[in-house]
Each structure stands twice: as C-alpha cells, then as structure tokens.
C-alpha cells in the first residue's frame, strides 16, 4: 500500500469513525495501519510484520486466519440456511446452545445468546433481575464489563463510568479477592447478583487469591444471590482450561462468555445458566419476548462459535497455553523480574502480566516508590507499548491499570514467539532503568509530535 492510500485511510478513519482514537495514536507514535493477519502475526500498510501480543484483546485465540473457522463460515454459507431466523427454532443456533452446555461440564445448559461481551454480562444482569426479583448487584473494584450503560452500572473504574451517571442504582464495588468485604457487602445489600471475573482483566491481570471464588459461591449461596461469572475474557481457553472457573471447580449460576467464542472473526457471546434460572426469569408466556435481539443466534456466528468450541476440546491447544503461558512467566520473570521497575511478573495461561512500579524493598526503593509508581502508571506503560511496537510487537497495558503490561496472544503461539516476547520486553527494559529516562524519551517523543501536529506517522 502506498503512503497516499494510507493517508487516505487514516484521515477517513478520523473523520467519520473516531477522531479521539487517530489524534491519540499520533500524540506518542502509535500509528500504524494493519492492513492483514496471519497467524500470531499482523501485517503494517508498509509491509512490516508484528508478532501479535494483543490479539484483538484475546478474541483471536486461534490466531488471524483460523483455516478451521473459515471453512465453518464457508460451509454455512453454502448449505444456505437462513442467516437469521425468528419464525421457528435455528438449527445452528441449536448447535451452539448445546455445544456450550456441554462444553461448561456442568448444570448450565441454556444460553443467552447474543453478540458482545456486554450484551452477554446485561443479559445475565437482566436474567439475575427478573429470576430473584431483587435489583441491585455487586460487582468488583477494577472490574471491567463493557461499555453498554447496563453494564457500566458494573464497572469498577469511576473514569468510564462518571459521564454516564446516574446509572442503575443499587450497585456497590467491593475490592477483588477481600472475602470479607464481600461478605459485608451481600449481607448488607442482598442483590440480585455478583458480577465478578474469575481473573480480572482488564483490571491488570489480577488472579483471585486461593479460596477466594469458593468462599463468594457459599456467600452468594447464603444470601440469595447469582453467582455470575464474566469469562469474556478468560473463556475459551485463554488461562489454560477452557473455562477460568475449572481451576478452582466453582460453577456460577450464570457463565458470560464472548470475544474469542467468534474467534476474532464474527461477534457472538452468550450468557450460559441453568434451566431452572432460566424458568424462572423467562419461563411464562408473557416473558418469550421481554429478552433478545434480532442478531442472536443468527447462523453464521453460531457456526463460528461451535467451531472454535471444537478446536478448544483438542487437549494440544490447551497444553500448548499451560506450557508456553508458564515459560512466558518463567521468561519474562528471570529476564525482567529483578529490574528496579517492575513489581512483579505473574500469569494464568497465557494472559501474562508485567506489572511496573516500584518493588518497595529496600530503603532507597521505598523512598523513591511515589515517583516510579507515577511514571510507571502514566507513562511507562504506555511508552513500553510504543517502543514494543517498534521492536514489532503488538501489545497493551490493561485498560484499567496502565502500568501493567498485559500479553494475551493468540493461544497458537510457538516457543519461539515467547522468546521473541522475553527479548524485546527485556531490551527495552535494559534502556530504561530508571524513571528519569522514561520522562526525558517520551517528553522529547510528545514534543516532537506536537511540533509536527501530531502526525499519525
Ligand atoms: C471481562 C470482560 N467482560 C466484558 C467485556 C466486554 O466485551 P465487549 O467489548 O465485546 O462488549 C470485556 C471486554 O474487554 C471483558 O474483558
């Protein structure tokens, strides 16, 4: 592709979709134009390939071409079958609920579906509603559950949700992993339901504390309330089991799945819960059509979902996160675990995190650990995502917590790719030691841009 039609690109993308998102890539040299994929790999306008480390933020599990859920959509297409279908049950959406009850190995067999992560975790929202007739909910601190204003209602970062408010009353935030606030919280306010990720995403990659999803079954239990579990994230074989919720064996009253269920190619998400919830919120006759929308379970993404769920029944996709997910840790941690920036390197599966920041031993560390903590946190991140990207890599630091780098790769990564991740995150490390050279490279960066306009390039 020529400059010219990158250009033109680009300037239609910030005229007509979003001028914020264009204006924001050029301020620390973001822009870039990925004009193909291909494996692990993207592909730039000038021909310049990156090893994908986001992966759509972990939708394209089986990588950018999945030769499985290409022929999925081809052979639905060609056995013609509606595309939507309201008048009578679908066959493929059929397909899909089944598929996904067995695929939870539990009592959840009817889903919800839908098309994104937020319209799955809303719907659980309503379901929880209309089955307990109770109204509030609680969710967690740093939690992230989508953008939709039901769903907002959730969210634990105060920056996404305040332009939105009010939202829906009789919402309360406790801290992840705190058994004890959770339990004040659920006696005090008895809701409808506990929102919570089984490992907090967009939060930094936050692993529950052992003991902790148990103890919020047996609470939820004790006051009436669901147990939702939102593996948007985490579903589909990103933390090494199919499902996040396997690891400590507690099964939710409801299981909010997306992203990767339409394997980075097609939306399609669903809420999984059991009959008897189901019955309750939804069951007369007078509730068939109080949930829905015209797009769910529509043939094509049902197609795409029962095929992704097919790959990620092949005992060697999971392996192959367990395995490369824990040298990832293991990498990262001998490479850049003693670095007097990063606060420590943790992992389940392969969502990988590099959390930067002061480490706080040692009086000098402690002395200096406001500084640090401020340039991990509103620089660092970032500027490690912008010279990892000029290193040819494709990377994010959490939505809700900038200092913490977070890897979710397409879970068909090789041994080689984890190398290549532990080399350029450790080199550039290597450059930066110290806060001060963070601040000097990416002022000198921002003043540059700023002096060119802000150049997408
Ligand atoms: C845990 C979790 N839930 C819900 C969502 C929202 O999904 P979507 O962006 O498809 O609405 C996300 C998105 O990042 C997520 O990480």
Known sequence: MNDEDERAIVDRYGRHVSPTFVRLLGVLGF????????GVYLFDSRGRRYLDALAGFGSANLGHDPPALSAAIVAQLAAKEPGILHVGPSASAARLGEALGRATRSNLEVSLLALSGAEAVD???????AATGRRGFVSCEGGYH????????VMGNKRIRSPFEPLLEHCARVPFGDAHALERALSSQEPAALIIEPVLGEGGAVLAPAGYLQRARELCDRHGTLLVFDEVQTGLGRTGTLFAFERDGVVPDVLAVGKALGGGLVPVSAAVTTRALYEKAFGSMDRFDVHGSTYAGYAIGSAVACAMLDQCAKPRLLENVCANGAALVEGLSAR?????MVRSVRGAGLMVAVELGSPREGLWQKLTAPLVDTVAEKVLGQWLCVKLLEAGVVAQPATQRWNVLKLTPPLTLEREHVETLVDCVGGILDDYPDPARVLRDAGLRVGEQVLRGGAFR
């Open 146 to 153: 989508g953008l939709d204003l039901g769903v907002l209602s």
């Open 31 to 38: 822009g870039r134009v990925f004009v193909r994929g291909e």
């Open 123 to 129: 719907s659980a929202m309503k379901l929880a509603r």
């Open 336 to 340: 850049v675990g003693a670095h007097p």
